[in-house]
């Protein structure tokens, strides 16, 4: 008898586990889904930028001016459980600062040099990180300073003064979009 509590018990346990599983694998599809689509929103205006002006002088201005309204535009858009939001350990708009949680989910990636999505649990429901790597067309705006057009760097600059967001090299972590979801 108590031999089939005990297989009962875990039989149930097993089945809970499960469904959590289940539960975090589908908030974060659902979550990944639309941080693909919010960057997909973005990443055009930033080539058609760039292609008009391939220093990124120009390209700084469009960000500078619309970077933060294309994100508020994109939340209207979402559930009001959810949220998304870019951030870096190298960070150029204050705005986009990290958190602990942040900084934490970081410099993990970094560490194990994996640059695959993941799905935390918070106190007030889950969070959703997907990595954003350093690719050529990046270099423009977040490369070498040295090797920036002084145009460029000229207009980080002056919107930006304590920008830590140069220095990136292909295949760098540049930073996050993360989505967090309340439950
Ligand atoms: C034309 C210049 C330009 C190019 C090219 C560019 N960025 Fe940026 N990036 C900016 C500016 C300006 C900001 C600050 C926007 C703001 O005010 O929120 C920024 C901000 C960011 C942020 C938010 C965190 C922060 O630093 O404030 C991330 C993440 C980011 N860029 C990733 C990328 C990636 C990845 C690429 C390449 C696919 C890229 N950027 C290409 C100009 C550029």
Redesign the pocket.
Same mark, same amino acid.
């Given at each position: 008898m108590n031999k089939l509590l005990i297989i009962s018990t875990l039989f149930l346990l097993g089945g809970c586990v499960n469904i959590n599983k289940e539960d975090t694998y589908s908030i974060k599809k659902e979550a990944l889904l639309e941080i693909d689509d919010f960057v997909n929103s973005i990443?055009p205006l =930033?080539i058609a930028?760039?292609k008009q002006d391939h220093t990124?002088a120009s390209?700084?201005d469009?960000?500078?001016a619309s970077?933060?309204q294309l994100t508020k535009n994109y939340n209207k858009t979402l559930s009001s459980n959810m949220k998304i939001r870019?951030?870096?350990l190298?960070?150029?708009?204050p705005?986009?600062k990290p958190d602990d949680i942040d900084k934490e989910v970081m410099n993990k990636m970094m560490g194990s040099k994996t640059m695959t999505p993941v799905i935390i649990k918070t106190t007030d429901g889950y969070r959703v990180y997907k990595p954003?790597?350093? =690719?050529q067309?990046?270099l423009?705006?977040?490369g070498d300073i040295n090797a920036m057009n002084p145009k460029?760097v000229a207009k980080?600059k002056k919107?930006?003064p304590n920008d830590?967001?140069v220095g990136f090299k292909l295949g760098d972590l540049?930073?996050?979009?993360v989505a967090e979801i309340k439950k």
């Open positions: 990443k =930033l930028s760039l990124g390209g700084i469009m960000c500078s970077a933060q870019r951030t870096a190298g960070y150029r708009n705005l986009n954003l790597v350093t =690719l067309m990046c423009a705006c977040h460029t980080i919107y930006y830590k967001a540049r930073g996050v979009v």
